[in-house]
């Protein structure tokens, strides 16, 4: 019998519950869908263009240099 090697867990997030955006122009809500892994959403204004991204999940710290 071979060992099972476990997956990592990802998130059961989906675009249905991503909370909901409006353009900083127009004012109308903005496409959002998941990118990165679903570590980020992604909004698109569909009358502008005008796109903007957020982080789900904490920061990932980097090292000190």
Same mark, same amino acid.
């Given at each position: 019998?071979?060992?099972?090697?476990?997956?990592?867990?990802?998130?059961?997030?989906?675009? /249905?519950?991503?909370?909901?955006?409006? #353009?900083?122009? $127009?004012?109308?809500?903005?496409?959002? @869908? !998941?990118?990165?892994? /679903?570590?980020?959403?992604?909004?698109? #204004?569909?009358? $502008?263009?005008?796109?903007?991204?957020? @982080? !789900?999940?904490?920061?990932?710290?980097?090292?000190?240099?």
């Amino acid at each position: 019998m071979r060992p099972t090697m476990s997956t990592p867990s990802t998130p059961t997030t989906s675009a /249905a519950t991503l909370p909901d955006r409006l #353009c900083t122009w $127009c004012k109308v809500p903005m496409k959002k @869908r !998941l990118v990165g892994g /679903a570590q980020f959403v992604h909004y698109t #204004c569909p009358k $502008c263009v005008f796109q903007h991204t957020t @982080r !789900l999940g904490p920061k990932i710290q980097t090292p000190a240099h």
